[in-house]
C-alpha cells in the first residue's frame, strides 16, 4: 500500500503534549527552550482553543518561562504582530500569523482544490463534512463544514486530535509509513470514551481493515455520546494518501454503509483533481447528482 504523505509537516514529527481534552491549549514539549526561537515558539505554543486569551503570567505559567523573559518575548511579539493585547491586559494569536498560515501551499491548495466536492457531500448527506490531514501523531483539520441540526462535534478549522481516536486519522494511520505506525502503536493511547480503541492488538486489527476496505467506521470513539463518523483515503499525484475525508452523524439517523458510496465518490474527485493517477474521472457535478437525499 502506498504510504501516508502529510502535506503540512515533516513526517516523523512527534506529537506535542497536551492537557486534556486533546484540543484544548498545548503545553511545549520543552518547558525551558535553550535558543531564542525556541522560546518564542514556545510563548505561541501556550495559546490554543481554550487558552485563547492569556495573561502575562498565564503564559509565564504555560511556558515555563521567567516574567521577565516572558515579557520581553511578548512585547516583541506584540510588535511584530503575532500577538495582540485586549482591553482587559490578556493576549491573543495576532493576524499576522493569519495571514501567514493563508500562504501555506500544500493545506491551502488542498482545501481549495476540495471546497467544491465538500461543498456537494455537505449538502447532500446533512452531516458535518471534515477534511484532515496527518501532523505527526495527530490528525489536523483542514476544513471543517458543520451540518445545521446535526450532531455536535469536538472539531474545528486547524483542530486536532490523536490518530488512533477518529475515523479520518485512523485512515491515516492505516495508510502511514511503518515507522509512524510503529511510534503511535508504541506510544500511550489515550482513552476519551469506553468505545475509544487504546488496546494495540485491537488497533492493529481495526487498521489492517481500514487498509483491506478503504474505510474506517469509528463509533462513539470520542464525544459528545451518539456520533458515528466514516472515513475515506485521498490520494495524490503519486496515489499517496495525503488525506482522508470524514462525515460525522448522530447514531441512527443513517446507516454507516449507506454514507460509504457518496463518500467515495467525493474522495475519489478531489483525489483526481490532485492528480492521482488510479482514480477515474469524477465530474464534481455528478456527486451531488449520484447522493440520495434520504440515506437511511
Known amino acids: 500500500m502506498p504510504a501516508t504523505t502529510p502535506l503540512t509537516t515533516p513526517q516523523h514529527r512527534s506529537s506535542p503534549r497536551r492537557e486534556a481534552p486533546a484540543e484544548a491549549g498545548r503545553r511545549p514539549d520543552d518547558l525551558h527552550p535553550s535558543t531564542a526561537a525556541g522560546r518564542a515558539l514556545a510563548v505561541l505554543a501556550a495559546f490554543g482553543p481554550e487558552h485563547s486569551l492569556l495573561s502575562l503570567s498565564e503564559i509565564s505559567r504555560r511556558t515555563g518561562l521567567s516574567l521577565t523573559t516572558t515579557h520581553r518575548l511578548v512585547g516583541e511579539l506584540r510588535e511584530w504582530g503575532a500577538l495582540e493585547r485586549g482591553a482587559d491586559g490578556r493576549y491573543g494569536i495576532g493576524l499576522r500569523l493569519l495571514e501567514l498560515g493563508a500562504l501555506a501551499p500544500h493545506g491551502l491548495q488542498l482545501r481549495e482544490i476540495a471546497l467544491p466536492f465538500l461543498d456537494d457531500l455537505h449538502h447532500a448527506t446533512r452531516a458535518n463534512v471534515h477534511l484532515a490531514v496527518r501532523d505527526g501523531h495527530d490528525v489536523v483539520y483542514v476544513e471543517a463544514l458543520r451540518a445545521r441540526?446535526?450532531?455536535?462535534?469536538?472539531?474545528?478549522?486547524?483542530?486536532?486530535?490523536?490518530?488512533?481516536?477518529?475515523?479520518?486519522g485512523q485512515v491515516l494511520l492505516a495508510f502511514a509509513t511503518p515507522e509512524i505506525q510503529k511510534e503511535v502503536l508504541g506510544s500511550p493511547l489515550r482513552r476519551y470514551t469506553a468505545n475509544t480503541i487504546t488496546d494495540v492488538a485491537q488497533l492493529r486489527r481495526v487498521l489492517a481493515e481500514v487498509r483491506r476496505t478503504g474505510v474506517a467506521i469509528a463509533e462513539n470513539q470520542l464525544p459528545p455520546a451518539g456520533a458515528l463518523a466514516v472515513a475515506v483515503p485521498v490520494r495524490g499525484p503519486r496515489d499517496e494518501v495525503v488525506a482522508s475525508l470524514g462525515v460525522t452523524i448522530s447514531r441512527g439517523t443513517a446507516r454507516a454503509q449507506a454514507l460509504v458510496p457518496v463518500l467515495a465518490a467525493a474522495a475519489r474527485g478531489i483525489s483526481r483533481a490532485l492528480g492521482a493517477p488510479s482514480v477515474s474521472t469524477v465530474d464534481p457535478r455528478s456527486v451531488r447528482r449520484t447522493m440520495e437525499p434520504d440515506l437511511l
Open 149 to 168: 441540526g446535526a450532531v455536535q462535534v469536538l472539531s474545528r478549522l486547524g483542530g486536532r486530535w490523536p490518530l488512533h481516536a477518529t475515523g479520518t
